[in-house]
């Protein structure tokens, strides 16, 4: 499978998801550090679209891409305060969307086994492992849940404009939270009879370590942050 | 080895300011090796009777418990709840899995005990084998059917290899195939000389394996049969004990349609992605509903029937609107229903019913059904109370929807669907759990539907519900009718 190649260990990806926020956040024009801002934005598209997720790759980096150009032009434009107005918002989308993007990478390669093994090997604590699990865990389960109230609130004639928009949030929200608290229950009982709560090493078979991709990866941030510093 | 597996003292249990249902004065004693089915009406207590043997009770829910628990020779509350020797899978397939890939599951709970790597591997390869589960290794547990999810459940418990497994309803959202195939399992356990106790509705898929059956009610243990005694029970006689019939009866309506016209379907071509089915990693494969010709007749109730991925849930939701295939017309003497006129004229129970109720009480879920109701139905327009009335929840009407039982929100949302004033009714496995009450209590619901002149589809496995209120059936096999 082509798509493994493209999948980071836990920890790789962690790091990445931390290192690209920094950048994103410190980083402005001056310099390499537009080129380093380039670079980690780049990172979780390739990434996406090794995994087979081609339009959301794409569609990132055309919308990432645009606000990193509108950002340089308004600064560089003689618009005045309209101008700070649109390079704030523009600048804002360009450094949050690389870390929304890497973080959706990051639920769709990681596995909850891979998790749990990579951040048990960092020797965190169970406070930590636990629920960074349950949480990668209950996404997918609280998307399953979003649709089915969804689709319930189509049959029920519910909509937005026929209810008003408050009594609509409600129905949309407290059905979703009822099913997803009642799922996280049922997930640690089930998770408590099967020995989670045991104090002491567990050993996890998934296979974690670096390889080829986690490699490229670290070099990629390295290259990035090199021409940062160095510009 | 302790001469008892399970042995419960004078046990009383309430959950205090937590829901569930309290056990009184309850003995017991398994021996070990024993089989024994837990059954009785929701609410008798047989839940609560599972936790006490896997140590949920105390260590999840604390309660207020008194009398002496034995398990295997040691109470529970004294020691860590990983240290307690059970195995346990619970009733939802959805909710029991840790991890999101099925070989990680099998070995999860080897894992937390700390056992070497090589041995879980070991452990997993043998439960893998010994239930015949190879095609599901290393795939997404997402893209499993609930069947398949159950099997998971079931290697992932013996992968730890416990002298005792407590399951708590674990077919209650299966087909018939999926169900013995459950059955295999269990009696591979109890050959291997494992204490095996099953909480259960429908006992038929356990009959030639229970050694002792326990029967629950008002959370007192009300009677205990002895596997031969059980065996030889008749229908009417399980009816009186207040159980589901067990023995697995052939799927026969109730009467016979009126005549009353017909909805039909003509020309559907309907694509679906099955979960589930062997083979690959990951399941592309598409499926197709395809239905050249479907009379459905008005006014009656027609059950929908066919193993899990048979396309009922598809066919379900296209009668509802919920999907845009353009292939395929419903219409009514002649007068196509588009879509949007679908989804205005049919009212669609998902299997989920959590997910269809909005509101903060029972009565103002029906009001709010009524409030958007359809005015050009044609039917009568009755008031919030003659509905609850006619379904039987008049005495639930100022409760939280969501803090009812499995039946009672069953009904409730029938309740809404009445009151949306909708022609057609369509409901996906509205009895997936319930007991001989619930059960009848829905069927009856149904069956007053169509009474009144609603159109009814029941997707269903449950033959009890059949029998109880279908005029017609349905059966769909790998998305096309099947005679």
């Known amino acids: 499978m082509t798509r493994e190649l493209f999948r980071l260990d836990p920890r790789t990806t962690l790091l990445v998801v931390a290192v690209l926020n920094v950048v994103m956040f410190s980083a402005g024009f001056a310099g390499g550090a537009g080129w380093a801002r380039l670079v980690f934005m780049a990172i979780p598209a390739v990434l996406a679209a090794g995994l087979g997720r081609w339009i959301a790759a794409i569609g990132y980096l055309t919308a990432v891409c645009a606000a990193y150009v509108l950002e340089l032009w308004a600064l560089d434009s003689s618009l005045g305060g309209a101008g700070v107005i649109v390079a704030g918002v523009a600048g804002l989308v360009s450094r949050l969307a690389p870390g929304v993007f890497m973080a959706y990478v990051a639920v769709i390669s990681v596995r909850v086994s891979e998790l749990m093994a990579g951040l048990e090997a960092l020797r965190l604590p169970r406070f930590v492992v636990i629920p960074a699990a349950v949480v990668l865990r209950l996404l997918p389960t609280v998307r399953e849940e979003s649709r089915g109230v969804q689709a319930a609130m189509g049959v029920r004639g519910l909509s937005l404009g026929r209810v008003g928009p408050l009594p609509w949030l409600e129905y949309r929200i407290i059905p979703l939270i009822v099913s997803t608290v009642r799922c996280g229950e049922e997930l640690s009982q089930a998770a408590l009879t099967r020995g989670l709560g045991r104090h002491g090493q567990a050993n996890r078979i998934a296979r974690i370590g670096l390889r080829p991709a986690d490699v490229l990866a670290l070099a990629a941030m390295a290259a990035g942050i090199g021409v940062w510093v160095a510009g | ?483």
């Open chain 2, 1 to 483: 080895m302790p001469d008892s597996a399970v042995r419960l003292d004078a046990v009383t249990f309430s959950y205090g300011a937590a829901a569930g249902d309290s056990l009184s004065d309850l003995e017991l004693d398994l021996r070990p090796g024993e089989f024994v089915a837990l059954t009785g009406p929701s609410g008798s207590g047989k839940t609560t009777l599972t936790r006490l043997i896997n140590g949920l009770i105390p260590h999840y829910y604390e309660g207020v418990l008194s009398g002496k628990v034995l398990v295997n020779g040691v109470d529970p509350s004294s020691h860590a709840l990983w240290r307690l020797p059970v195995g346990s899978v619970f009733q939802n397939p959805r909710a029991q899995f840790f991890t999101t890939d099925t070989t990680s599951e099998i070995a999860f709970g080897a894992e937390n005990l700390g056992l070497e790597a090589a041995e879980i591997l070991r452990r997993v390869d043998a439960a893998i084998e010994s239930m015949g589960l190879e095609e599901l290794r290393d795939r997404s547990v997402f893209a499993l059917s609930g069947g398949e999810k159950q099997r998971v459940a079931c290697a992932s418990v013996a992968a730890v290899r416990p002298p005792i497994y407590v399951l708590d309803e674990p077919s209650a959202n299966l087909d018939l195939e999926s169900t013995q195939q459950l059955r295999a399992i269990m009696a591979t356990w109890k050959a291997s000389g494992a204490t095996v106790v099953v909480a259960e509705h429908r006992l038929g898929y356990l009959r030639d394996l229970v050694d002792r059956v326990l029967i629950f009610a008002d959370g007192r243990l009300r009677q205990e049969l002895g596997g031969t005694d059980f065996r030889r029970l008749d229908e009417g006689q399980l009816r009186r004990l207040g159980l589901r019939c067990a023995w697995g009866r052939p799927l026969a309506v109730a009467s016979q349609a009126p005549d009353r016209g017909y909805l039909e379907v003509s020309g559907l071509r309907c694509g679906y992605r099955r979960v589930g089915g062997s083979g690959l990693a990951t399941p592309r494969r598409r499926d197709v509903v395809g239905i050249d010709q479907l009379r459905i007749p008005k006014g009656a109730v027609t059950a929908l029937v066919g193993a899990n991925g048979a396309g009922k849930t598809t066919f379900a939701a296209w009668l509802g609107g919920l999907r845009r295939d353009r292939r395929g017309t419903l219409s009514d003497g002649g007068r196509v229903w588009k879509r949007s006129e679908r989804r205005r004229r049919v009212f669609l129970v998902s299997q989920d019913v959590n997910h269809q109720l909005f509101t903060e009480a029972v009565s103002t879920e029906i009001e709010l059904a009524l409030r958007l109701a359809s005015p050009d139905s044609g039917l009568p327009a009755p008031d919030a109370a003659a509905i609850m009335n006619q379904l039987d929840i008049s005495d639930l009407a100022g409760r939280h929807p969501l803090s009812l039982s499995a039946g009672q929100k069953q009904r409730v949302v029938v309740a809404a669907a009445l009151a949306s004033g909708r022609e057609v009714v369509v409901l996906d496995e509205p009895t997936a759990g319930l007991d001989l009450g619930h059960m009848t209590a829905v069927a009856k619901a149904l069956r007053d539907l169509a009474d009144g002149g609603r159109t009814v589809v029941v997707a269903t496995h449950d033959a009890d519900l059949v029998a109880a209120c279908a005029d017609n059936i349905v059966r769909l096999d790998h998305g096309s009718l099947a005679n």
